[in-house]
């Protein structure tokens, strides 16, 4: 199926364990990269509560938790999942080919 999104290799499959969360690079975005039990997912790596890293933060359930204040979003959306996270994350595109995985900027 054809696209027109930018995509960019950011990892191999067997570099993420089931459950890790790493941070990769979307041109000059920083993002953190999330293996949900094989399914992959891309958020904004900064945590839009402060200036806080989500790679440095725990996969819990099916969110992940800010390092810093206990803030949580939904992996699959982005969204606020708890106090003092108000504000959702960008989300961005995630596919595999092969056991390569690529992440993409939505549109606009
Ligand atoms: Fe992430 Fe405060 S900086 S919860």
Redesign the pocket.
Known sequence: MKDDLRWHEVAKTSDLSPVEVMYVEVGNDPVALINLEGEYFALNDM?T????SLSDGEVIGDEIE?P????AFEIRTGLPANF??VVPVETYAVKTVGDTVLVAKRPD
Do not use: E, F, Y
């Not at 509560?49 to 806080?52: F, K, L, P, T, W």
């Not at 810093?68 to 803030?71: F, L, N, V």
């Open positions: 945590c509560h402060q200036d806080a800010c810093m204040h206990g803030g003092p996270v």
